[in-house]
């Protein structure tokens, strides 16, 4: 009879465990994916100079008026242009201000992605055509109130873009020739380690970048 | 197409008229034979149940249910492209359920002794979804086939009056689940499953 307890405890456990599972959630965010990709005709040994802003990166949001990201409201725009500024001079470009002709403008946003949905959930089936009441408070039952499930998600992504301000077009038009998509940004156990950690993998993911 | 639903049928009423079956609940353990560059860790996270019965003393039949789920850790790695590269881990799961109608043969009649070694065959569906899980993304795609299902067993009573004992079996799944993302042409398994039968009289 040990035999049998023992089987049917170890059975159920596996059968249980066995159910659709999904990787560790922890391990799934520990770092960010990082993708990069660039214009095969860009020259990036010819360009020398770049600008980039200082303490404000774009914020796109279907969540918030807001179109920027500033410090002092947040320590993220300083922490993560201060990156990626290393990382450039480090590839032998010369940062330069806006209005002295820069070969490459950096563009650094957040995209973000916010929804949410609710459901009413209705115990004991109340409610769905063809089903019965699960009880009712005065007939010897219970009444089982319906309940609101809320969910949400927020993601979002960090994009980093290299301009081509060298080579205008004649009616003025400029074209990226490097892009960097960081995600997720919202989800992360350390946000500030892991996007230090991802925007240097873009760099050194790109070793075309550089003088 | 029309008899081998009859045939399925016939054989099913069989089963279910027949004097001695069993019943059974197993844990699986699968190894993947197919596209093993994707996943092939053995799955300990597999199950089966399924129920038979007796048309002759040697011969039976039934329905078997199964699932599985198998997964794999893919370090990080950078994959290059003609223009860019992308840097993650993956994690690689195949969520696989089946339903089989079997038969078997008992090399032994089934009022013989307290073990009856078996040979079986099952043919049925599986439908397999393959996902792929990288930081909040996920890409997937799911798919069913046609699945056999050659197993060879033994049931065990515990004692000759017992209804309860261990059945064990090992079994090769072929299933034509395929996968044009995942590149999987079919899926293939070997299974050995151990578990508890309950049988009656």
């Known amino acids: ?211 | 197409m029309r008899y081998i639903i009859l045939l399925i049928v016939l054989f099913s009423c069989s089963s279910l008229l027949a004097q001695r079956k069993y019943i059974y609940l197993n844990l699986d353990m699968n190894k993947p034979l197919s596209n093993t560059e994707w996943i092939e860790d053995l799955s300990m996270a597999a199950g089966k149940i399924g129920y038979r019965g007796f048309i002759t003393p040697n011969l039976s039949a039934g329905v078997d249910l199964g699932w599985a789920n198998f997964d794999q850790y893919e370090p990080t790695s950078t994959k290059q492209n003609a223009t860019g590269a992308i840097t993650t881990d993956y994690f690689h799961y195949i969520y696989s359920y089946s339903g089989v109608i079997s038969g078997q043969y008992y090399f032994k009649p089934e009022d013989e002794d307290r073990f009856f070694p078996y040979a079986g065959l099952g043919l049925g569906a599986s439908t397999n979804e393959y996902v792929l899980y990288y930081n909040i993304y996920q890409e997937s795609e799911r798919s069913w086939g046609f699945l056999a299902r050659p197993e060879i067993g033994l049931l065990f009573r515990f004692t000759e009056r017992s209804p309860l004992g261990i059945m064990a079996a090992v079994h090769y799944d072929y299933s034509t689940n395929k996968s044009d993302t995942f590149k999987y042409s079919n899926f293939s398994a070997l299974g050995f499953q151990i578990g508890l039968m309950a049988m009656t009289f």
């Open chain 1, 1 to 211: 009879m040990r035999i049998v307890v023992s089987l049917s405890i170890i059975i159920f456990a596996a059968l249980t465990w066995g159910c659709q599972t999904e990787p560790d959630s922890a391990k799934l965010i520990d770092q960010m994916v990082v993708s990069t990709n660039f214009d095969p005709q860009a020259d990036f040994a010819a360009y020398t100079t770049y600008a980039i802003p200082t303490d404000t990166i774009g914020f796109v949001s279907n969540n918030s008026t807001d179109t920027i990201i500033t410090s002092p409201e947040s320590t993220f725009p300083r922490q993560v242009l201060s990156v990626i500024r290393r990382n450039l001079d480090d590839r032998g470009y010369v940062r330069v201000a806006r209005n002295e002709n820069p070969d490459v403008g950096v563009n650094v946003m957040v995209v973000n992605d916010f929804n949410l949905f609710q459901e009413v959930v209705y115990p004991g089936g109340y409610g769905y055509p063809g089903s019965y009441y699960s009880g009712y408070y005065g007939y010897g039952s219970y009444y089982y109130y319906p309940y609101v499930n809320t969910y949400a998600y927020n993601t979002g992504v960090l994009i980093i873009e290299l301009v081509d301000l060298k080579n205008r077009t004649p009616d003025n038009k400029v074209k990226v020739v490097w892009d960097a998509y960081l995600g997720d940004v919202y989800s992360t156990i350390d946000r500030a380690k892991q996007s230090e950690d991802a925007i240097n993998q873009a760099f050194i993911q790109s070793p075309y970048l550089g003088k």
